[in-house]
């Protein structure tokens, strides 16, 4: 039931930004903790940014400071904003919703973001 649409992917130069979306369906998205995954060829699947329903976040140390996560709660969406993006980003960036009180996971099908030196 729970449905998960990221968008914003695409190609971008080194240096330059993106913002990606996640709109959710299908649950409460307030009562949810929202995250970004990406998984580049060859490598796990590794934790971005997530964001609680209260608001505190988590980032992982390699986009710290360059990445922030946010969420509109009216819009049942979720936001990941890019910036100063490095040939390292390139991977496929995955939308993920852990719903409350069933305290299960949804994902989404993911978006490709490539960034060329």
């Known amino acids: 039931q729970v449905q998960l649409v990221e968008s914003g992917g695409g190609l971008v130069q080194a240096g330059g930004s993106l913002r990606l979306s996640c709109v959710a369906s299908?649950?409460?998205?307030?009562?949810?903790?929202m995250g970004w995954f990406r998984q580049a060829p060859g490598k796990q699947r590794e934790l971005v940014a997530t964001m609680s329903s209260g608001g505190s976040t988590i980032y992982a140390d390699s986009v710290k400071g360059r990445f922030t996560i946010s969420r509109d709660n009216a819009k049942s969406t979720v936001y990941l904003q890019m910036g100063s993006l490095k040939p390292e980003d390139t991977a496929v960036y995955y939308c993920?919703?852990?719903?409350?009180?069933?305290?299960?996971?949804?994902w989404g099908k993911g978006t490709l973001v490539t960034v060329s030196s």
């Open positions: 993920k919703l852990y719903q409350l009180p069933a305290g299960i996971n949804y």
């Open positions: 299908g649950s409460t998205f307030s009562r949810n903790v």
